[in-house]
């Protein structure tokens, strides 16, 4: 086991079990939000033990916005129907902890800095890139749509793994789309080989999150 991921589930117990743990570390994914006007971020966020199975990410994130880019590393759990994600500065010690425990959201910041925005934005763009799919087993190749949370769902498979997804609203607010892209693919199981690049472009909010040196792991 690699020890960068030994030493973010240290970070990850150390932030709180929920009696068993839980997310995407993104990933955390998601500190776009913080950069662009603070407005409505539509979506849903599903309780952790509804979608998948359970998992830990260890990966690299980069914003990029227009004020420039910024860069951090962050360790998700999901562990039943509870999701953490440790989001870890510069020197490695923990920033910021962000839980959802079914559909309650808890944040824990650790730097003398409040968010411009709310941490749940965070855990949306976790749900989309990692949970919030059309299914939750490989489909054919080719493309295939449909209809989630009143977003209209675009995904493209080749050889039983995703290689992009898109997400608009149905109502069109906002307008565009969002889009993710799986460098490698993405298989639905989480022993298997991740993608070596993940880009998520979210025109609603003007931003781009950039995923690499991905390391997932089942629980």
Request: glycine share 14%; hydrophobic share 40%; with cysteine.
């Amino acid at each position: 086991m690699p020890r960068a991921w030994n030493r973010g589930a240290a970070l990850v117990a150390g932030a709180g079990r929920f009696g068993a743990v839980a997310l995407f570390g993104a990933v955390a994914l998601g500190c776009g939000p913080a950069l662009a006007p603070v407005r409505a971020y539509p979506g849903a966020l599903r309780a952790p033990s509804t979608v998948g199975g359970d998992f830990s990410i260890d990966q690299s994130v980069t914003a990029i916005h227009a004020q420039g880019q910024e860069s951090f590393r962050a360790v998700i759990e999901k562990r039943g129907d509870a999701l953490v994600m440790v989001g870890l500065g510069p020197h490695g010690g923990r920033a910021f902890v962000l839980r959802q425990q079914g559909e309650a959201v808890t944040f824990e910041s650790f730097i003398d800095r409040a968010l411009p925005f709310p941490p749940r934005y965070m855990l949306l763009d976790v749900h989309r890139t990692w949970l919030l799919g059309l299914s939750g087993a490989p489909l054919s190749d080719g493309t295939h749509t449909g209809e989630v949370e009143g977003e209209r769902v675009t995904e493209t498979w080749s050889d039983g793994r995703l290689r992009s997804r898109t997400f608009e609203r149905l109502d069109g607010v906002p307008p565009g789309r969002i889009t993710i892209t799986y460098e490698g693919g993405l298989d639905p199981a989480p022993s298997s080989v991740p993608p070596t690049r993940i880009e998520l472009d979210n025109v609603w909010f003007g931003y781009r999150l950039v995923l690499e040196g991905l390391s997932i792991q089942p629980l």
